[in-house]
């Protein structure tokens, strides 16, 4: 038990440590020729969607952060839960209904990020292009591979955490029950 306790606290700090990552990439990235031309992070290599990042209104880079706000909000709330499971490794409650509860919670939180993940590369080259004049707009639909596994083994973990979850809740019914 040691160990678990040992390993659950490196991992908490470690994702408490990370939680300011994503929100100062998602800063950097819409700021992309706000304040100079030269920003340190290219998130967009030379193309269409570079220069029009660089000519991009402010409601639409707006409008793009809100997107993009989302998926960064879903990562942060897992990893909140993440470090709330590692404290309750910590503790010593490895099978509780607690634990099982916060691990159906990132489940959904995990299927949510997968399912959304190919709908806001759609809004975002329809946001970043949505200001170019006609003939030089972009609306890119489609799903990948890696898109179509992801939702296969997050929907796979989502169904087992809730086989386990409710295994476990009919377990503490049996056990009141005389």
């Known amino acids: 038990m040691t160990n678990i306790a ?13 939680l300011p ?16 031309s030269n920003n340190p ?3 967009f290599p030379d193309s269409d969607i570079s220069f029009s990042m660089r000519t991009m209104p402010l409601v639409a880079r707006i409008a793009g ?11 942060l709330a897992g990893m909140y839960y993440i470090a709330r499971i590692m404290r309750l490794f910590q503790q010593g409650e490895t099978f509780s209904l607690a634990t099982i509860s916060l691990f159906k919670t990132i489940s959904k939180l995990a299927l949510a990020n997968a399912i959304y993940s ?9 946001i970043a292009t ?13 799903i990948s591979g890696v898109d179509i596994v992801n939702i296969f083994l997050v929907g796979f973990f ?10 476990y809740r009919l377990k503490i019914e049996q056990d009141l029950t005389v």
């Open 6 to 18: 040992r390993y659950a606290r490196c991992i908490e700090r470690i994702s408490l440590f990370l």
């Open 21 to 36: 990552v994503p929100v100062l990439l998602l800063v950097f990235k819409w700021t992309y020729g706000v304040f100079n």
């Open 41 to 43: 992070l290219h998130c």
């Open 65 to 75: 952060v809100c997107v993009d706000s989302l998926s960064v909000i879903i990562f």
């Open 118 to 126: 190919p709908l806001s590369v759609t809004l975002l080259t329809l």
């Open 130 to 142: 949505l200001h170019n004049p006609s003939g030089q707009r972009y609306l890119v639909t489609g």
């Open 158 to 167: 989502f169904i087992i955490t809730s086989v386990m979850h409710e295994g």
